[in-house]
């Protein structure tokens, strides 16, 4: 399960201890007012890659995992609007599935936190009977679709390590003359090394989408620009 990043009190869901919980769906993104980036699926690289770079990052266990880079600020992004709306850019499934995830084992759970569950007002996850109502059980899709390209992604990273196709991605972007900001910690994929691998393998990462993932990460090195205008306009 990708990490509980912005739960501040997770709890399964219980038919029955929950058989009252209304749910009210949100635009309101300010949860993520402090991260700089946030986990993605490969899936997601296309439509990402249009507004914000796609890079790797590696865990304390040597494993890699696609982020996507939300700002050049040490916290924080400039992508919220007024009442914490989402500005006209894409919006990773990672902030999207918030206040649900799935556990390791399947089993739903939600923030107890989440403002979609202040009021009496919203829709019902399960019925008079105990069953899930079609909200959730569109949630639960939702869900279950995300846990399918993570862990399709966890195993691209794994042959990306395997192949040793990771490259360190350090660079320096002066916003202003005062303002030098640093890249650190971040890799991207090799084009040298990805030119070089056999045919076989070509065949099988085109195949599995692999390929086109590896090409949309790479394209979207080139939204960095579209970081360094969407923060100078917002200093």
């Not at 090409?215 to 969407?230: C, D, E, I, P, T």
Request: proline share 4%; hydrophobic share 40%; net charge negative.
């Amino acid at each position: 399960m990708a990490a509980l990043l912005f739960y501040n009190e997770p709890a399964l869901l219980n038919r029955d201890v929950h058989k009252t919980l209304k749910f009210k769906a949100s635009e309101n993104y300010s949860f993520t007012q402090e991260v700089n980036s946030v986990p993605l699926t490969g899936i997601e690289f296309f439509e990402a890659s249009r507004d914000m770079p796609v890079l790797f990052s590696k865990d304390e266990q040597g494993n890699f995992f696609p982020l996507a880079l939300l700002s050049l600020m040490d916290a924080g992004h400039k992508h919220l609007g007024e009442a914490g709306s989402w500005s006209d850019s894409y919006i990773p499934a990672f902030i999207r599935r918030y206040p649900f995830a799935l556990t390791d084992e399947g089993t739903v759970c939600f923030d107890q936190k989440a403002s979609q569950f202040n009021g009496k007002d919203g829709e019902a996850l399960f019925s008079n009977d105990g069953e899930n109502t079609e909200t959730l059980n569109n949630i639960i899709q939702f869900l279950n679709n995300y846990d399918q390209q993570y862990k399709h992604t966890l195993e691209y990273c794994k042959e990306l390590k395997v192949l040793d196709m990771l490259t360190p991605f350090n660079l320096q972007i002066l916003l202003d003359k005062d303002k030098p900001i640093r890249l650190e910690g971040l890799f991207t994929i090799d084009e040298n090394k990805l030119s070089a691998i056999p045919g076989e393998k070509v065949k099988s990462w085109f195949e599995s989408g692999w390929l086109a993932w590896t090409y949309a990460h790479l394209h979207s090195l080139g939204a960095l620009n579209r970081l360094v205008k969407r923060q100078k306009s917002k200093l």
